[in-house]
């Protein structure tokens, strides 16, 4: 078992029954009071926000997640199926564990998917996707002066917002942990 001690950003803990993620973690000592480490975690099930105050030197149970790349190939209802690089086999992942990230898939993408065991607990894109823009309003000239954006429907049927200089057929460039639009990329 492991102490608070090893509570750093990024491993996952079982809390409460409930396997979280350590978002932050921080070692507090105040004046004559006792030392404690005050996290901030994430429910993987929920995707809520926890934040709790463990006493120094108590014992956590640290879970062992592995993440493997997959290929996203098709929707099925409300599964997704993705392939193993290696193996090539097929895994179905439930749309909420999938979460938001599925409006940027788009097929024969590339997906890292984190594994409890056998069993998948979440789906994260690389940092940046190029997706095609589907439709949009044709941009004016001179508007341009502002930081004026538009909305832009994507390949994937997403819709984000563009600057007004940016039209049908172009690709862009996806920021995904935000979702909003970075650059203009040349094919």
Known sequence: MATTADLKPGIFIKFNNELCQVLESEHRTPG?????YQAKMRVIRSGKLLENRFRSGETI????????????????????????????????????????????MKESQDVQISFEEN???????????????????????????NNVLKPATLETGATISVPTFVNDGELIRIDTRSGEYVERVKE
């Open 119 to 145: 069993t998948p607990l979440s789906v994260e894109l690389p940092s940046h996707v190029v997706l095609r823009i589907t439709y949009t309003e044709p941009g004016f000239k001179g508007d341009s002066a």
């Open 32 to 36: 004559n009071l006792r030392a404690f």
């Open 61 to 104: 149970e640290i879970v062992r997640v592995e993440q493997r790349p997959y290929q996203y190939l098709y929707r099925d209802g409300e599964f997704y199926v993705f392939m193993e690089n290696e193996t090539y086999e097929q895994v179905t992942i439930d749309a909420k564990i999938v979460g938001d990230v599925a409006p940027l």
